[in-house]
């Protein structure tokens, strides 16, 4: 049996959702990369292994239930106040903090959710959207170092995922490590050559730093790669139409 963050995986996308633009906005990055992070943060949660081996018992409790049903509905306050009493029923439950922390973002409850997410940590170190949580969190405050740490956290336990690069990025941009940002932003296009975000996330840092040939080349370059990836979506959406009509 699957545990109980695996279950339900539309409000936990609806609030990944969320969190990307928690990250967007209080890193102050471009509008683009708010559209590039989400697909991005969408195929590193479909990559990660089952939160836990073990059944657990969380999953099939009522609150657990009342609190999908919510979310599903949009009804993210009621879902969160049902996070909260399972959390705390279930506290050794990585599933039950996990969607605590994630439910508290969406309603923007950052301190709750840093809590949150660190009570998961807690129970399995390597479990990446718990660092991602507990990073946007922090930069949602303004905890940029705190921020930081948590991102690059998140290249060690998935180093080939984009979003702990981009955000180590940005994250060292607003602590003034302009070079550390120019090299995490060209470190995240290297293990992401095809993330849109990354390059554009690389345009920034390298016209901050004075260089804007390179930085209207990378942005060139995640405009091209954005064109590609929304035109595959059209074809995605279509069915192929296209090859349907020869």
């Known amino acids: 049996m699957s545990p109980i963050y695996t279950q339900n995986r539309h409000p936990l996308r609806a609030a990944m959702k969320v969190l990307v633009l928690t990250l967007i ?24 292994p089952p939160a836990e081996k073990f059944v657990d018992p969380a999953r099939n409790d009522l609150l657990a239930k009342q609190m999908f049903a919510a979310a599903k509905a949009h009804n993210f306050g009621i879902a969160l106040e049902a996070s909260r009493r399972l ?11 996990a969607y605590h922390g994630l439910l508290a973002v969406a309603m923007r409850r950052f301190p ?88 554009y996330q690389l345009a920034r840092a390298e016209g901050l730093f004075g260089d804007k040939q390179a930085a ?14 929304g035109q595959n979506r059209t074809m995605r959406s279509t069915g192929g139409a296209s090859s349907q009509t020869r």
Request: one cysteine or more.
């Open 25 to 48: 906005l209080c890193a102050s990055t471009t509008a683009r990369l708010a559209s590039a992070a989400d697909p991005s943060i969408d195929r590193l949660l479909g990559k990660l």
């Open 112 to 199: 709750e959710a840093s809590a949150a997410y660190r009570k998961a940590l807690s129970i399995r170190s390597d479990f990446s959207p718990g660092y991602i949580g507990l990073a946007l969190a922090e930069l949602a405050q303004s905890h940029f170092r705190e921020a930081l740490s948590n991102f690059q956290q998140i290249t060690k336990v998935a180093p080939k995922a984009d979003v702990g690069w981009i955000g180590s990025s940005a994250c060292a941009e607003k602590l003034g490590m302009s070079r550390d940002s120019l090299a995490y932003a060209r470190r995240a296009t290297v293990v992401a050559p095809t993330s849109p975000g990354a390059w």
């Open 216 to 229: 209207g080349k990378a942005l060139a370059r995640a405009n091209r790669l954005r064109g590609s990836t």
């Open 87 to 97: 959390a705390n029923k279930y506290p050794r439950s990585l599933g039950a903090q």
